[in-house]
């Protein structure tokens, strides 16, 4: 484990003619824990680093970096894809800012052992229970979405899923003979508690933007979807601004491509919000733009994430779209740590450096310069001055 630290602004003795004026302070330092993991988990969290150092020192506030591994790089360092050591960093954090993970190195390991449990452990160690995509079409990159202009400009779709429990977590599971084949077998269970708590998140999400929440499930065949619905539509008393509707996941999935406009906060389970919120993310153009936020209980800290995965295939290239990490940062600072300000600046940096026609490869567009990981790197400190 690596420990960094950002300087700390603190206040110069002011000039005699300048009593008066308004100093900077040091806030409290905070505690970051940094999870790089594989593939480009590396290149694009050296860039994210920058930038939220860069952006927080504008505004006075210090940031302590631990790093530790997580995915395929924890299974190379200790046999194990989360490893106690990287749970007692994260536990000890106000927030963590994770990268990404797998790989191909790692794709013949017997699945409790694969990088992807890494993953699942993480998010169950810290009862990180709410997911929050959003899924923003920006209007500098509105023509680099597969659809067409004017179904997805102006589109701003927040995804809140369900992240620790449902299929993914149900037991009993496994595999098992019978009549001579094998059966492979899940559960997906949720409990009234679990789906109260996420529909009460997406409840203020939607208070905070346009009172809009859609809830999706599969109520006409699952009985763990009526109970879904029956919470969601009891919650929803205590929301009486707010417009709720219902829909099937195999309807919310083709009304995404058809009108995604109709949507502003989505609520849903594991596995629907898994599918949903890849879904909606390809609105946008790129999964190198995405952030993400998974939140636990008030006090607790939250994990931050791109949503691409590791790329393997570009790794190490200097090829990779550094924004969506540099964002997750943002997000970090806005839900996680209550820093408004430092996410406003990171937002504004991203949007300036595109707005100045720069792209990495996957988001290229006629008459704009392509660069790579670090260079855009560069545009985004240089707009944060």
Sequence with gaps: MQTLSARCIRPAPPRPAARRGRLQVCAATHKIAVLPGDGIGPEITAVALKALTAAGKAEGEEFVYTEAPIGGAAIDATGDPYPKSTEEVCKAADAVLLASIGGYKWDSLPNAQRPEKGLLRLRASLNAFANLRPA???????????????VVEGVDILIVRELVGGIYFGEPRGFKEENGERVGYNTMVYRESEVERIARVAFEAAMKRGKRLCSVEKSNVLEVSQLWKDVVIRVSKDYPEVE??????????????RNPKFFDVVVTGNIFGDILSDEASMLTGSLGMLPSASISEPGKPGIYEPV????????????????????????????????????????SAVTAALDSGFRTGDIMQPGCKQVGCQEMGEVVLSKLQ
């Excluded at 923003?136 to 004017?150: G, H, I, N, Y």
């Excluded at 709720?244 to 491509?257: R, T």
């Excluded at 779209?321 to 408004?340: K, Q, T």
């Design 136 to 150: 923003v079409v920006l209007p500098q990159l509105a023509d680099a979405s597969t659809l067409k202009r004017e």
């Design 308 to 347: 691409h995965g590791s790329a393997p295939d570009i790794a190490g290239q200097d090829k990779a779209n550094p924004l969506a990490m540099v964002l997750s940062a943002a997000m970090m600072c806005r839900y996680g740590l209550n820093l408004p300000k430092v996410a406003d600046r990171l937002e």
């Design 244 to 257: 709720l509707s219902h829909m099937y996941i195999d309807n919310a999935a083709m009304q995404l491509i």
